[in-house]
């Protein structure tokens, strides 16, 4: 059966409790499933729980936002020790950036008129990460657009008159942080970032995989990526990027996996590479 190894929940920006998505993978079928939110890990321990009283593996992870050349570059990382005080360290600063940028962002909204406030965004991110799709969230509240998606094609998609760039953090930072605490890092939906000439770079720096099997990757892509794989000796990983039953059709859960025989192998390179490059 297949796993899906990239799942967010109520602890970043998807609307689905950490519980809520264990119980789904279970009913869809799938093997294990990793939880992978936005710059935090308070979702894993919960995830955990349920995995326990389901009897259905669930791995830690976590997906870390960079920006290299223009470009944002996201680095999942898997098995590292969610407990390790560097980690956490960083966690807790890009979680304040994350909060700057919406108070930011709702500034330049409240200069166009739009009657948005802070307190509403982090509102609804509910104590987690907060993020962009949650200022979306307030402006479809506020009437000001009708879909999360409009908003940030009108607002708040890079570029637009509200957006305001991210902390900047190196990807070779995030694969640094992930492997120094233990974990696997892997370079995520490369195909939608294309940023190809990145990887060698980060291979040399500790990068361990690629995310090859994504709803966003033709078929063409995957066999790109294998390819890739095999030239780097990194291993395939997969997964949907879901968010919730309301964020993009071809995002649900499952909609791209990995096969189960992947895990032991992730946890033969954590194992194996502890402490890092």
């Known amino acids: 059966m297949p796993c899906d190894l990239h799942v967010h929940t109520t602890a970043s920006d998807g609307t689905d409790t950490p519980e809520k998505v264990v119980a789904e993978a279970q009913k869809l079928g799938l093997s294990a499933l990793a939880i992978t939110d936005h710059d935090t890990v308070n979702g894993i321990l919960p995830a955990l729980a349920a995995g326990r009283r389901l009897s259905f593996p669930v791995l830690p992870g976590v997906e870390l936002g960079t920006e290299e050349g223009g470009r944002e570059v996201h680095i999942l990382g898997y ?4 407990h390790d005080s560097k980690l956490l360290e960083r966690l807790a600063l890009l979680r304040r950036s994350r909060v700057e940028r919406v108070v930011k962002m709702v500034e330049r909204l409240r200069s166009l008129g739009i009657p948005v406030e802070v307190e509403q965004v982090l509102e609804l991110a509910g104590g987690g990460a907060v993020g962009r799709p949650h200022v979306g969230r307030a402006l479809v509240q506020v009437g000001a657009v009708g879909t999360v998606a409009e908003a ?3 607002y708040i998609g890079k570029d637009r008159v509200a957006y305001v760039p991210r902390y900047k953090y190196a990807p070779r930072e995030a694969v640094h942080l992930i492997r120094q605490a233990g974990g696997v890092a892997v370079l995520a939906h490369p195909g939608l970032v294309r940023c190809d000439h990145l990887i060698p770079g980060l291979v040399a ?3 361990q995989g690629l995310e090859v099997y994504y709803p966003g ?3 063409e892509m995957v066999w790109h990526y294998q390819r890739l794989c095999r ?3 990194l291993v395939a990983t997969g997964g949907s990027d ?3 039953p309301y964020h993009r059709e071809y995002n649900r859960l499952g909609a791209a996996t990995a096969p189960d025989e992947l895990i ?7 194992r194996h590479g502890q402490g890092g490059t």
């Open 152 to 154: 940030f094609e009108k």
């Open 231 to 233: 030239r780097y000796h």
């Open 264 to 270: 032991p192998i992730l946890k033969e390179l954590a």
């Open 79 to 82: 098995l590292f020790d969610i």
């Open 217 to 219: 990757h033709s078929e």
């Open 205 to 207: 720096e500790g990068l």
């Open 242 to 244: 879901y968010h919730g």
